[in-house]
Nanobody, 128 residues
Framework: VQLQASGGGLVQAGGSLRLSCASSDMPSGRYTMSWFRQAPGKEREFVSAIHWSGGSGGRAIYTDSVKGRFTISRDNAKNTVYLQMNSLKPEDTAIYYC???????????????????WGQGTQVTVSS
């Protein structure tokens, strides 16, 4: 499984970015697709996920600090997951990683160790 993240960049506080995570060899509709981020000197932290637990849909999950500002979505036809980030803050500055895992239980979603497949990361920098 290969994941390709893109869409990062430099933006002023209050601005927006949309990150994309594409996979060429994985049916994203059957995986839990998640975004994590890691700021310098800090541990990798969970941002958002679309949790697949069967059927055709998925449940969106967000860490508290991004609720109401970030929106995760998935285009199964394109095997791509998006993270729309609005009202960005300087504390959102980090490298953002997409990741995927099949058969993930809900309690494991925020744990980076639960995932086996990671993209290369894309830098998001928010200036004040």
């Amino acid at each position: 499984v290969q994941l390709q993240a893109s869409g990062g960049g430099l933006v002023q506080a209050g601005g927006s970015l949309r990150l994309s995570c594409a996979s060429s060899d994985m049916p994203s509709g059957r995986y839990t697709m998640s975004w994590f981020r890691q700021a310098p000197g800090k541990e990798r932290e969970f941002v958002s996920a679309i949790h697949w637990s069967g059927g055709s849909g998925g449940r969106a999950i967000y860490t508290d600090s991004v609720k109401g500002r970030f929106t995760i979505s998935r285009d199964n036809a394109k095997n791509t997951v998006y993270l729309q980030m609005n009202s960005l803050k300087p504390e959102d500055t980090a490298i953002y990683y997409c990741t995927a895992q099949a058969r993930l239980i809900s309690s494991s979603i925020p744990n980076p160790r639960a995932y086996n497949h990671w993209g290369q990361g894309t830098q998001v920098t928010v200036s004040s």
